[in-house]
């Protein structure tokens, strides 16, 4: 069938064209539409990113809170920046 949006031939049973036009319902669909479980699966991968960014975040200010204070405890013996 021709797409009466674009034009081009679609071949028979095909739901959507190519440039996005819904032959079910007859309305052009925008190109961005994702499915329910599209956008599940975008969230699932969003939520992991930000536990990752979160665990990056947190181990490298640990470790800089760490280092340091072993740096100032192991360079004089007590609490001070400037050399005795
Ligand atoms: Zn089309």
Redesign the pocket.
């Given at each position: 069938m021709n797409?009466p949006?674009?034009?081009?031939t679609?071949p028979e049973g095909n739901l959507r064209?190519?440039?996005?036009?819904n032959f079910q319902s007859g309305k052009p669909e925008p190109p961005g539409t994702i499915t329910y479980a599209q956008s599940l699966s975008v969230a699932w991968l969003l939520i992991w990113r930000g536990l990752a960014v979160n665990f990056l975040i947190g181990w490298v200010i640990g470790f800089i809170i760490v280092s340091s204070s072993l740096w100032l405890v192991s360079g004089s013996g007590h609490f001070s920046l400037r050399p005795s």
């Open positions: 797409c949006q674009c034009g081009s679609n064209c190519d440039c996005g036009f």
